[in-house]
């Protein structure tokens, strides 16, 4: 039995518990029991084929994917472009940032049927997927269809290079059929190659997380928002929150008020579901919430803004005096703090940014950044950041310059996307 047989009775087998799974996250969040076809790659009929799949697993990796979007839109009009994501959430942020402009599918579970099935009703001229999402069984029919398949702003922890080294032969064949690696870092691209990635497909790019799209009338935008609650609150954003971060940040701000009574807490919890939980919990704490769904702003009286509506981080990044960036106080292993960065804002990081480990080093190392293990560290460093102009200022100087430096990836990964598109016809 070979192992790609053996993988797909694995996940043949695990079948029933992930529709589990979708069932009980359904319970909290209805978008988990709907387009199941798509799960088995039967692809809606509205969706274009013959273009550009750009695959991003949730949240996070469709945003650092935005400015690539954008640019495939600008440069290939006449392509199709379709995003898949594997999380409902993920949809929901392609619907708010795009609306009708981008194609939206989910990714199906990787059964060799299914991935057959949806690689054969769209038929991508390319397929691109952007950071660790590898998966066999779709990675292997789209090299028997021809497909090229690239991976950008490719990472993949020591962990996980240590696990699939343990299969030789079935990784090697995996990582042959990627036609291109763009490498966050030398030692992703180092990592890939020990999985057994041809080391002339693969190429250190950077981040495409520094290449964003800042908006010019986020800035603009943002002094409106804050005038509706007085623009001279002190105001701490604390963006893509767990519940993790939510159990330190909120009773932190409740004792920060005893001595800033006008600050202003905006949380962002980073998933739908927990809109409410977060919302609920920040009441129970004895915050005066009120909620975006309900006013674009809040008024001076409002202690707790909670966001419970996706694609907003950039805007209300863009209003703070400060900025937490959530995953990294629990076991999540923390998000982008690039977007605060950009915006010149100070970044106060958690204790765990593994997923994020460079981008966290780089900050941390450049003064834009600092490191918050628990309240007590949160609840000081908040009040220092808040009380200290100066500082911010500096801070924030650190941050923009530092993601200006480390601009480039976008380039380098639209060349690569132009050389597979255009690919020179080989001679029998």
Request: overall charge neutral.
């Amino acid at each position: 039995m070979t192992m790609r047989v053996l993988y797909s009775l694995v996940i043949a087998f695990s079948t029933p518990f992930v529709l589990l799974y979708f069932c009980l996250r359904g319970l909290r969040d209805r978008s988990w029991l709907r387009r199941w076809g798509e799960r088995f790659g039967f692809v809606p009929a509205n969706i274009k084929a013959g273009g550009i799949l750009l695959h991003a697993a949730s949240v996070g990796e469709f945003n650092a994917s935005r400015p690539l979007i954008k640019a495939l839109q600008d440069s290939y009009p006449d392509l199709p472009l379709t995003i898949s994501t594997l999380t409902p959430s993920g949809a929901a942020q392609v619907r708010d940032i795009a609306g009708d402009k981008l194609a939206h599918v989910f990714i199906p579970i990787d059964l060799p049927g299914a991935a057959a099935r949806f690689l054969k009703r769209l038929a991508p001229r390319l397929i691109i997927v952007m950071e660790t999402e590898i998966w066999p069984n779709l990675y292997l029919q789209a090299a028997r269809l021809d497909i090229p398949l690239m991976i950008a702003n490719a990472r993949i922890s020591r962990r996980s290079a240590h696990r699939y080294q343990k299969m030789p032969n079935f990784t090697r064949q995996i990582m042959h059929s990627v036609s291109w690696f763009g490498a966050q870092t030398a030692d992703d691209e180092d990592r890939f190659i020990s999985c057994g990635a041809d080391p002339r497909r693969a190429e250190r790019t950077g981040n495409l997380k520094f290449d964003l799209d800042v908006s010019a009338d986020l800035t603009a935008k943002a002094q409106v928002l804050r005038a509706g609650w007085n623009p001279h609150r002190p105001v701490l954003v604390a963006g893509s929150t767990h519940q993790s971060d939510e159990a330190i940040i909120v009773p932190a701000f409740c004792e920060l008020l005893a001595h800033l009574p006008e600050a202003l807490l905006i949380l962002v919890p980073r998933h739908p579901e927990r809109f409410n939980r977060a919302t609920q919990f920040a009441k129970a704490a004895g915050l005066q919430v009120a909620l975006h769904s309900e006013a674009e702003s809040c008024s001076e009286m409002t202690q707790c803004f909670v966001i419970d509506s996706m694609g907003l981080l950039m805007t209300y990044y863009a209003c703070a005096d400060v900025a937490f960036v959530g995953g990294s106080m629990g076991d999540a292993g923390g998000h982008n703090a690039l977007e605060a960065a950009a915006l010149g804002k100070p970044v106060m990081l958690g204790r765990n940014t593994e997923n994020a480990s460079e981008i966290a080093a780089l900050l941390l190392g450049s003064g834009a950044a600092l490191r918050v293990n628990n309240q007590q560290e949160f609840l000081q460093t908040a009040e220092t950041l808040l009380t200290n102009s100066g500082l911010r200022t500096r801070m924030g100087q650190a941050g923009k310059a530092l993601v200006e430096q480390n601009t480039g990836a976008l380039k380098l990964t639209l060349n690569a996307i132009e050389r597979q598109l255009f690919k020179p016809e080989q001679p029998d």
